[in-house]
Each structure stands twice: as structure tokens, then as C-alpha cells.
């Protein structure tokens, strides 16, 4: 009976297979069919068939089957005004791998296949090198020697975890046990002599053959499937003064050509419409921030504190949101000092005032009338940032001040006070702790009390926190690391079980029992996940691969799993249970953990969209838009206006606040953008090819009207339905954001665009076509938007600016005055992607 014996499926049409049966036995090699006999099987692979041409066409130009020049960027890409025409590497032979296969038995005739004199573990990247000088062979007994397979590169990610899998453990092993039909084969390899002595001979040629796996095993891998370096999406950036690590979110490749494309034309005529439109806008935008800015800050602060039921309906708002997210202040001691300050102002300390106005300051971000409390929230911001700085600075070296501090650093974020710098005043709020020794835990210190030391550490873990958020917001690094510190995680206490002092003794809950520390710790716990992925994106000199960054990913996703588990089980959907998870700490939570995902795997996006072995980034970055897109829809579908709570807390802040509040939903809708642009071409792809492919020459372009509507037939990350639902909410959103203070409206004309440009593409509109009707809607939406600046303002016409269009021809009013015509000539263009505030900015 003949048996074939084999540990792996060659995968390869180009590699030829034969197998040849020899039986033990007599000289002639007839079997004798005795008691002792063996039957044994050896492989015998014939070379890699070289077959295959090189791909010497773009990867665009092969993707649409057409002719390409070959040049770069070649005719056809110019022509349909594709702006990444790239080519991929030459296709080479497949190199020789060597895996173990079953050896022959005893008896057999001696293989005609050579070791190699490299190994394929340093090719297949199976875990790291040992530490010792030399790596072990085969153990004795165990039928393995060396068999040539297809490259693992070529495998599917199933079949290469199989195969890895596949692989025995090696071990050292005494060569003298080696069964002398082992040392025939070695024998018999080509190249090798053949000592005298067997055994001996044989343990040379182990030891050979282990310093060449060794020596194999310190060289990198190359037969890696992803590319070692990321996409230049990854690469940061330096912006006017600025400068931008690998994870903030305006860095990349330009995603959209069309549009930069009419952001050129925009820029090169300005004698047209849409230019004075523009600028127009932007000045009123400047006209509305500068009367925000505060005509006078002093150090006499507390005067402009409003009526105490405003004050309280403030401070409520913030106690309710993010106090209950970010441990800062001691609770029960605000409301003592709350009640002394309306019984006597004047007494007050001045600490207190300014952590007061930074309290209502962040809750203005949650009132219906924040567009009238914004000066107000802008004056407490500025009044703190004076205070800080007065002489008397080193009396703010305590507790207080640190609290001070931290409320400081979310009041500028959410008011939208320089906000897009706050990774400066998180690296000075680190310092300031370090300096004051949180760093170190309060068991490092004796007599120090149990609500002092458990202040000390939830404000270490806040200042963490805001250090990390920080390091995503500006692409930096996030200024500190596990080995700087040693404090341990708060107790699992209410605020009400702490007093300041020392004879109050209380008893933590059970970690399992929800109390108002319950949010901290469970982001706590993520924290050194989430570090580490700061640290790996943010870092200049990391060392960036694609197969590290799922390996992050799946990190990510269990402290997810981690932090679901601890807070779903204490939510109440209801909202009426007392001491339970509210649902603005759930989705706060969530939004702050989420956006790790987006660091991630964003840099591999746009590679994505032609080579399929990324398509887990690009499915990770659209999921992860979905659901940060439904925190601050509040989950319900969206029509065109949206159908959001309007009493809802978190989505006030995506509407009202600044910093990581507007960006991270603009990446989300970004990416939803990019995704649903990819899957219309796609179709279109497809169609016009099936065209071509049947000489339909006479279908008219209004057949493929309605094709891939409901889905498409392309390989999307997500359904479209759902997409196109997120990005007419985001318009919605984006127009509620202008109409509640935001002076910023790139965003708003810019997914206005590319929903006009997707329905276009998918009506099978031309080129030419698509772009008159985008460039027709981005004027009809500028004069929508200088509508929404001027009635955000509650003026019907802002000074110094003409509420009419008239003039916005040649032969336009006085009111652009020679000098404002000269500052015009550097605009920088409304879709201008290297421009790195190009959200940020107001």
C-alpha cells in the first residue's frame, strides 16, 4: 500500500509536485513483504515554473484595464486626475523555503532534496531569535528533515496561522542517537563530503547546520507580506510653527483630488464668486472671534459671576458631565465652599473663585443659550490663565492649585480657548505633579491621611488621562511612562466616605459596587494599553509595521471587552436608578478609549483602498467612525436634519464644544466620506468595465442611474445605507455647530461637497459633470453659511461688512479695502490639506 505523507498544502500552481513510493528491502528494490519490512514515503519538488511576466503598468491603470505610458505619474492618472498613480515592485521568482517534512524510514532510499544554507524561520518570522549562541536541530527519532514549500507570503492569513501552527518544537538532541539512514541522506546531500566516520561526521554537520539557522535567525524577515514602513499618511508634518505627530488626524495624503483640485481653481481666479464669497466669510468668522476676546483681564477675579441660579444651573451641568469622568474636586467640600460664597463673596478665597468660574465656564458647553454665555465662559478662562501667572505663583504649588490646573486644562479644551495647544499646558500640568511628588505613592509617605492620599491619586489619574488625550489631540509624544511612577489606583471610594480628617477612618466598596470613582478606574485599567499605542504612533523614531499595529488592535480590543464589562452592568438606560452609570459618562468613556482605534489604524487607510492586505485597517477605521458618529447622534437614524436628543449631554458637547470634541467626530465623518467616495467609484469601475467587457456601446449613461444604490457590489467596510445616513446628520450637525458659536466652516462646505459629489459619481454623472455640479454647490453653501455667521452673531448685519452678493463681482463696494485685498493673496485655500489647522483653526 502506498502512503503520502505530508504536513503542508502547497498552495502555488506554479510549483510541480511528484511523489515516488520506494519500499525497504532487497538491493533490486522489490519489497519481501516480511514481518520487518517498512514502507516509507520521500517528496520529491521539481523548481518554481518562472511563468509570470512582470506587471510593468501603474496599479490604478491595471486596476481600470487600461493602456498606461509607464511614466510617473503616467497620462492616464493625469488625464482622469488621479493624484497617487504608484507601481508595485516587479514580480520575482518565488525564493526557496525549507520547512520540515517527514524523513525517510529506515531502509528507504536516500533524498535527493539539499538542506538549505538559510533557514525559513528567519523568513516566516516565527517569534524572536533565542538568546543562546546556537539554535537546536530536530530531535532524534523524530522522522524530520528539510522540505522545500511555497512562501508564506502567498498564504492566506488562515493558512498561514495553520502552517505556523504546524511547525514541531524543536530541541537539542544527542547526534549519536541519530538513526544511520538519517546520516545516509546527509551523506548524500550535494556539496557535502563525506567523513570517514559517521557519527562523528554527522555531529559536525548538526552543529553546521545550527550555526546557520543561528546566523539565519539575526537576519530581518523577507518574506513579510506587509511592507515595513507605513503609509506617508504617517509621516508627520510641520505647519506654519506647528508641528504634527504621526497620529493627529490632519496628516496624510490628500484622499480627495477633486476637491483639491477646486480648491486650486478657487484660489487661482479671484476675481470669481466663490473667492469673495470665501473671504467674506473668513473675515466675518475673525470679526466674530475677536469680539469674544475679553477687552480687559486683571487679577481681580470673581466680578463677573452671574445670578446664583444661572451659576448653580452651570455648576450642575458640570458636576453631572465630565466631574463625573475626570476625578478633580472633593464633592461634598465644593458644596461647603459653594454655600460660604453666596453667603459672604466678598470672603471668599480666591482659589475657589477661579475653580467656581472654571466650573461654570465647562458647563456652559451644555445650555441651551451658549451662544449668549460664551463671552462669559471665554472671560472665566482667560481670568484663570491670569491668575496662574501672578506673582504669587508659588503659593499655587498645593492641591488646589493642581485641581485649579486640571480644570483649567478641559475648560480650555471645551471653550475652544487656544484649545488646539493644550499638549503644552498637559506637559506643565505633568511637571507640576512630578514636582509635587503624585508621581510617588502616599504610602511612600508617612502620616499622610486617607483623604489626602486618595486625592493624590485620583488626581495622578486624571493628569495621566489628560496627558494621553492630549498626546492623540496634538500627535505628540505623551510625556511620560510606566517606569516614571509607582502610585497606585484610587479606592473604590463615594466622596462622601472622605473627609479631611485625620480620626475619619472608612473602608473602600467592593470594586464591584458602582460608586462615583467607578469610571476612573475603569479607564485606569486600559491605561498602559492605550500608553503603549501613544508611544507607538506618536514617537519619532518607532519603528512603525503593519503586523505591530495588529497586534495593538487586538490589545485594544480586549481592554475594550475589559472596559464594557466593568460599566455596562452599573447602566441604567432609564436614567431614574440612583448612584448608577449615566449615559453621558458611558459614551464619554467610550469616545476617549474608541479614538485609539482611529490612531491606529488611520495611517493605513489610504493603502487600503488598492491593496487588499490592509482591508482590516480600512474595515477597523469606518467601524470605529460608525460608532463614534452614533455617541454624538445619540444612536437614533438620522435624516437630513438629524434626530438627536436635544437635552442630551455628550451631544451638546460634540455640538457646542472644541478641542477633541469637534475633531474626532470630524475624523469620523471624514473617514465615512472616504469610504463612501471608494465605494461608488467602485462601481463605476465595475460598470464602466462590464461595458467595455460586452460592447454595450449603445446603453446611454442614464442605464447605470440607480446601479449599487441600495449596496454596491464592491468590497466595502460597511453598508452604504448606513453612510450615507451618518454623513446627512454630520451636514446637520456641522450647521448646528455654526449656528451655536462655530466660527469654522470648512467642515460644513466640505462634506456638503462630497455628498454632492458621491450623488453624482453614483448617477453616473462624467468627470467634467461632477465637478460643475460640486463647484455649484460649494457657492450655493457659502452663501448659506454667511447667513448662519451673521445670525449667530444677533446682528442683521455685522459692522464693517455688506449683508448683500452684489458686490462680490467686479465692480465690488468700498467696504474691501485696498490693504484687505493684499492679505487675500495668501489664503490659504479652502481644501488645502497641508495646512495642519485646517480643522483646528477657526
Same mark, same amino acid.
Given at each position: 500500500?502506498?502512503?503520502?505523507?505530508?504536513?503542508?498544502?502547497?498552495?502555488?500552481?506554479?510549483?510541480?509536485?511528484?511523489?515516488?513510493? !520506494?519500499?525497504?528491502?532487497?538491493?533490486?528494490?522489490?519489497?519481501?513483504?516480511?514481518?520487518?519490512?517498512?514502507?516509507?514515503?520521500?517528496?520529491?519538488?521539481?523548481?518554481?515554473?518562472?511563468? @509570470?511576466?512582470?506587471?510593468?503598468?501603474?496599479?490604478?491603470?491595471?486596476?481600470?484595464?487600461?493602456?498606461?505610458?509607464?511614466?510617473?505619474?503616467?497620462?492616464?492618472?493625469?488625464?482622469?486626475?488621479?493624484?497617487?498613480?504608484?507601481?508595485?515592485?516587479?514580480?520575482?521568482?518565488?525564493?526557496?523555503?525549507?520547512?520540515?517534512?517527514?524523513?525517510?524510514?529506515?531502509?528507504?532510499?536516500?533524498?535527493?532534496?539539499?538542506?538549505?544554507?538559510?533557514?525559513?524561520?528567519?523568513? /516566516?518570522?516565527?517569534?524572536?531569535?533565542?538568546?543562546?549562541?546556537?539554535?537546536?536541530?530536530?530531535?532524534?527519532?523524530?522522522?524530520?528533515?528539510?522540505?522545500?514549500?511555497?512562501?508564506?507570503?502567498?498564504?492566506?492569513?488562515?493558512?498561514?496561522?495553520?502552517?505556523?501552527?504546524?511547525? &514541531?518544537?524543536?530541541?537539542?538532541?544527542?547526534?549519536?542517537?541519530?538513526?544511520?539512514?538519517?546520516?545516509?541522506?546527509?551523506?548524500? !546531500? &550535494?556539496?557535502?563530503?563525506?567523513?570517514?566516520?559517521?557519527?562523528?561526521?554527522?555531529?559536525?554537520?548538526?552543529?553546521?547546520?545550527?550555526?546557520?539557522?543561528?546566523?539565519?535567525?539575526?537576519?530581518?524577515?523577507?518574506?513579510?507580506?506587509?511592507?515595513?514602513?507605513?503609509?506617508?499618511?504617517?509621516?508627520?508634518?510641520?505647519?506654519?510653527?506647528?508641528?504634527?505627530?504621526?497620529?493627529?488626524? /490632519?496628516?496624510?495624503?490628500?484622499?480627495?483630488?477633486?476637491?483639491?483640485?477646486?480648491?486650486?481653481?478657487?484660489?487661482?481666479?479671484?476675481?470669481?464668486?466663490?473667492?469673495?464669497?470665501?473671504?467674506?466669510?473668513?473675515?466675518?468668522?475673525?470679526?466674530?472671534?475677536?469680539?469674544?476676546?475679553?477687552?480687559?483681564?486683571?487679577?481681580?477675579?470673581?466680578?463677573?459671576?452671574?445670578?446664583?441660579?444661572?451659576?448653580?444651573?452651570?455648576?450642575?451641568?458640570?458636576?453631572?458631565?465630565?466631574?463625573?469622568?475626570?476625578?478633580?474636586?472633593?464633592?461634598?467640600?465644593?458644596?461647603?465652599?459653594?454655600?460660604?460664597?453666596?453667603?459672604? &463673596?466678598?470672603?471668599?478665597?480666591?482659589?475657589?473663585?477661579? #475653580?467656581?468660574?472654571?466650573?461654570?465656564?465647562?458647563?456652559?458647553?451644555?445650555?441651551?443659550?451658549? !451662544?449668549?454665555?460664551?463671552?462669559?465662559?471665554?472671560?472665566?478662562?482667560?481670568?484663570?490663565?491670569?491668575?496662574?501667572?501672578?506673582?504669587?505663583?508659588?503659593?499655587?504649588?498645593?492641591?488646589?492649585?493642581?485641581?485649579?490646573?486640571?480644570?483649567?486644562?478641559?475648560?480650555?479644551?471645551?471653550?475652544?480657548?487656544?484649545?488646539?495647544?493644550?499638549?503644552?499646558?498637559?506637559?506643565?500640568?505633568?511637571?507640576?505633579?512630578?514636582?509635587?511628588?503624585?508621581?510617588?505613592?502616599?504610602?511612600?509617605?508617612?502620616?499622610?491621611?486617607?483623604?489626602?492620599?486618595?486625592?493624590?491619586?485620583?488626581?495622578?489619574?486624571?493628569?495621566?488621562?489628560?496627558?494621553? #488625550?492630549?498626546?492623540?489631540?496634538?500627535?505628540?509624544?505623551?510625556?511620560?511612562?510606566?517606569?516614571?511612577?509607582?502610585?497606585?489606583?484610587?479606592?473604590?471610594?463615594?466622596?462622601?466616605?472622605?473627609?479631611?480628617?485625620?480620626?475619619?477612618?472608612?473602608? &473602600?466598596?467592593?470594586?464591584?459596587?458602582?460608586?462615583?470613582?467607578?469610571?476612573?478606574?475603569?479607564?485606569?485599567?486600559?491605561?498602559?494599553?492605550?500608553?503603549?499605542?501613544?508611544?507607538?504612533?506618536?514617537?519619532?523614531?518607532?519603528?512603525?509595521?503593519?503586523?505591530?499595529?495588529?497586534?495593538?488592535? $487586538?490589545?485594544?480590543?480586549?481592554?475594550?471587552?475589559?472596559?464594557?464589562?466593568?460599566?455596562?452592568? $452599573?447602566?441604567?438606560?432609564?436614567?431614574?436608578?440612583?448612584?448608577?452609570?449615566?449615559?453621558?459618562?458611558?459614551?464619554?468613556?467610550?469616545?476617549?478609549?474608541?479614538?485609539?482605534?482611529?490612531?491606529?489604524?488611520?495611517?493605513?487607510?489610504?493603502?487600503?483602498?488598492?491593496?487588499?492586505?490592509?482591508?482590516?485597517?480600512?474595515?477597523?477605521?469606518?467601524?470605529?467612525?460608525?460608532?463614534?458618529?452614533?455617541?454624538?447622534?445619540?444612536?437614533?437614524?438620522?435624516?437630513?436634519?438629524?434626530?438627536?436628543?436635544?437635552?442630551?449631554?455628550?451631544?451638546?458637547?460634540?455640538? =457646542?464644544?472644541?478641542?477633541?470634541?469637534?475633531?474626532?467626530?470630524?475624523?469620523?465623518?471624514? !473617514?465615512? =466620506?472616504?469610504?463612501?467616495?471608494?465605494?461608488?467609484?467602485? +462601481?463605476?469601475?465595475?460598470?464602466?468595465?462590464?461595458?467595455?467587457?460586452?460592447?454595450?456601446?449603445?446603453?446611454?449613461?442614464?442605464?447605470?442611474?440607480?446601479?449599487?444604490?441600495?449596496?454596491?457590489?464592491?468590497?466595502?467596510?460597511?453598508?452604504?445605507?448606513?453612510?450615507?445616513?451618518?454623513?446627512?446628520?454630520?451636514?446637520?450637525?456641522?450647521?448646528?455647530?455654526?449656528?451655536?458659536?462655530?466660527?469654522?466652516?470648512?467642515?460644513?462646505?466640505?462634506?456638503?461637497?462630497?455628498?454632492?459629489?458621491?450623488?453624482?459619481?453614483?448617477?453616473?454623472?462624467?468627470?467634467?459633470?461632477?465637478?460643475?455640479? /460640486?463647484?455649484?454647490?460649494?457657492?450655493?453653501?457659502?452663501?448659506?453659511?454667511?447667513?448662519?455667521?451673521?445670525?449667530?452673531?444677533?446682528?442683521?448685519?455685522?459692522?464693517?461688512? @455688506?449683508?448683500?452678493?452684489?458686490?462680490?463681482?467686479?465692480?465690488?463696494?468700498?467696504?474691501?479695502?485696498?490693504?484687505?485685498?493684499?492679505?487675500?493673496?495668501?489664503?490659504?485655500?479652502?481644501?488645502?490639506?497641508? +495646512?495642519?489647522?485646517?480643522?483646528?483653526?477657526?
Amino acid at each position: 500500500m502506498e502512503m503520502v505523507l505530508d504536513m503542508e498544502v502547497d498552495q502555488d500552481a506554479d510549483v510541480d509536485t511528484a511523489a515516488s513510493t !520506494t519500499s525497504a528491502g532487497t538491493g533490486n528494490g522489490t519489497s519481501t513483504g516480511g514481518p520487518g519490512s517498512a514502507t516509507s514515503t520521500t517528496t520529491k519538488l521539481a523548481e518554481p515554473r518562472r511563468r @509570470n511576466r512582470p506587471a510593468l503598468s501603474c496599479i490604478q491603470c491595471r486596476t481600470r484595464k487600461i493602456r498606461c505610458d509607464r511614466n510617473e505619474p503616467c497620462a492616464s492618472c493625469l488625464k482622469s486626475k488621479i493624484v497617487n498613480c504608484t507601481y508595485e515592485e516587479a514580480r520575482r521568482p518565488k525564493p526557496r523555503l525549507w520547512r520540515l517534512s517527514p524523513a525517510p524510514a529506515p531502509g528507504s532510499a536516500p533524498s535527493d532534496i539539499s538542506p538549505p544554507a538559510e533557514d525559513v524561520f528567519s523568513r /516566516v518570522g516565527l517569534g524572536h531569535a533565542p538568546t543562546s549562541g546556537s539554535v537546536p536541530g530536530p530531535p532524534p527519532g523524530s522522522g524530520f528533515t528539510f522540505r522545500e514549500v511555497q512562501p508564506l507570503g502567498s498564504l492566506s492569513g488562515l493558512q498561514y496561522a495553520t502552517s505556523a501552527a504546524s511547525l &514541531p518544537s524543536v530541541r537539542s538532541s544527542d547526534s549519536a542517537s541519530i538513526p544511520s539512514p538519517a546520516s545516509r541522506q546527509l551523506d548524500s !546531500t &550535494p556539496g557535502v563530503s563525506t567523513p570517514s566516520s559517521t557519527t562523528p561526521a554527522l555531529a559536525d554537520r548538526v552543529r553546521q547546520l545550527e550555526q546557520q539557522l543561528a546566523d539565519a535567525l539575526k537576519r530581518p524577515s523577507h518574506a513579510s507580506q506587509y511592507p515595513q514602513q507605513p503609509h506617508p499618511s504617517a509621516v508627520p508634518s510641520l505647519s506654519k510653527t506647528r508641528y504634527f505627530g504621526s497620529s493627529h488626524w /490632519v496628516n496624510g495624503t490628500k484622499p480627495f483630488p477633486l476637491l483639491i483640485s477646486i480648491g486650486a481653481q478657487i484660489d487661482r481666479d479671484k476675481n470669481s464668486e466663490v473667492y469673495f464669497l470665501l473671504q467674506k466669510c473668513k473675515s466675518l468668522g475673525k470679526s466674530i472671534k475677536a469680539q469674544r476676546v475679553p477687552a480687559q483681564v486683571g487679577f481681580d477675579v470673581g466680578r463677573t459671576i452671574p445670578t446664583e441660579s444661572i451659576a448653580r444651573r452651570l455648576v450642575d451641568a458640570y458636576f453631572r458631565t465630565i466631574e463625573g469622568v475626570y476625578r478633580i474636586l472633593h464633592v461634598p467640600t465644593f458644596w461647603q465652599e459653594y454655600r460660604r460664597y453666596w453667603q459672604s &463673596p466678598e470672603s471668599a478665597s480666591k482659589g475657589f473663585v477661579v #475653580q467656581f468660574q472654571l466650573c461654570m465656564a465647562i458647563g456652559t458647553c451644555f445650555q441651551d443659550d451658549v !451662544t449668549s454665555l460664551r463671552h462669559s465662559a471665554i472671560q472665566w478662562v482667560y481670568e484663570a490663565q491670569a491668575w496662574f501667572v501672578s506673582p504669587s505663583e508659588k503659593s499655587r504649588m498645593n492641591l488646589a492649585g493642581l485641581q485649579t490646573m486640571c480644570l483649567l486644562h478641559l475648560a480650555r479644551e471645551a471653550c475652544g480657548v487656544s484649545g488646539d495647544l493644550v499638549w503644552i499646558s498637559a506637559g506643565a500640568l505633568m511637571r507640576t505633579a512630578m514636582h509635587m511628588g503624585l508621581h510617588r505613592d502616599p504610602d511612600s509617605f508617612s502620616g499622610m491621611s486617607t483623604f489626602r492620599s486618595e486625592m493624590r491619586r485620583r488626581l495622578w489619574a486624571t493628569i495621566l488621562e489628560i496627558a494621553l #488625550q492630549s498626546s492623540l489631540d496634538s500627535g505628540g509624544p505623551p510625556l511620560v511612562a510606566l517606569a516614571d511612577f509607582d502610585t497606585h489606583a484610587p479606592s473604590n471610594f463615594d466622596d462622601d466616605q472622605l473627609a479631611d480628617d485625620e480620626n475619619f477612618s472608612s473602608v &473602600p466598596r467592593p470594586l464591584s459596587t458602582f460608586t462615583q470613582t467607578t469610571v476612573q478606574l475603569a479607564l485606569l485599567r486600559s491605561f498602559p494599553t492605550r500608553l503603549a499605542i501613544a508611544q507607538y504612533v506618536n514617537h519619532f523614531n518607532s519603528p512603525v509595521t503593519y503586523e505591530e499595529t495588529l497586534k495593538w488592535n $487586538s490589545e485594544l480590543t480586549s481592554a475594550c471587552r475589559a472596559l464594557s464589562a466593568t460599566l455596562q452592568p $452599573s447602566y441604567d438606560p432609564a436614567g431614574v436608578l440612583p448612584k448608577r452609570l449615566s449615559l453621558f459618562q458611558l459614551r464619554l468613556a467610550e469616545h476617549m478609549v474608541h479614538r485609539f482605534f482611529m490612531a491606529l489604524n488611520h495611517p493605513w487607510l489610504c493603502s487600503a483602498q488598492h491593496n487588499p492586505a490592509y482591508y482590516f485597517a480600512r474595515k477597523m477605521c469606518v467601524e470605529t467612525s460608525l460608532k463614534l458618529y452614533r455617541a454624538f447622534a445619540t444612536g437614533s437614524p438620522a435624516g437630513d436634519s438629524g434626530t438627536a436628543s436635544p437635552t442630551d449631554d455628550f451631544t451638546r458637547l460634540a455640538t =457646542c464644544g472644541h478641542g477633541a470634541f469637534r475633531s474626532v467626530p470630524t475624523l469620523a465623518v471624514l !473617514t465615512i =466620506c472616504l469610504e463612501l467616495l471608494w465605494q461608488v467609484q467602485e +462601481d463605476r469601475s465595475f460598470r464602466q468595465s462590464m461595458i467595455m467587457d460586452h460592447q454595450l456601446d449603445k446603453q446611454g449613461p442614464g442605464s447605470e442611474t440607480d446601479v449599487g444604490a441600495s449596496g454596491g457590489i464592491g468590497s466595502g467596510a460597511a453598508p452604504r445605507q448606513d453612510l450615507f445616513e451618518a454623513l446627512r446628520y454630520s451636514i446637520g450637525w456641522a450647521e448646528r455647530r455654526i449656528q451655536n458659536g462655530e466660527t469654522n466652516i470648512k467642515g460644513y462646505l466640505m462634506w456638503s461637497a462630497l455628498l454632492t459629489q458621491i450623488q453624482a459619481v453614483q448617477r453616473g454623472a462624467s468627470d467634467a459633470e461632477v465637478e460643475r455640479i /460640486v463647484m455649484n454647490s460649494i457657492i450655493d453653501e457659502l452663501r448659506k453659511c454667511w447667513h448662519l455667521l451673521k445670525d449667530s452673531t444677533g446682528m442683521s448685519t455685522p459692522p464693517g461688512l @455688506n449683508s448683500g452678493f452684489d458686490d462680490l463681482r467686479l465692480g465690488f463696494g468700498n467696504e474691501w479695502a485696498s490693504e484687505d485685498l493684499a492679505q487675500m493673496q495668501g489664503f490659504s485655500s479652502l481644501f488645502n490639506f497641508d +495646512d495642519g489647522g485646517f480643522f483646528v483653526d477657526g
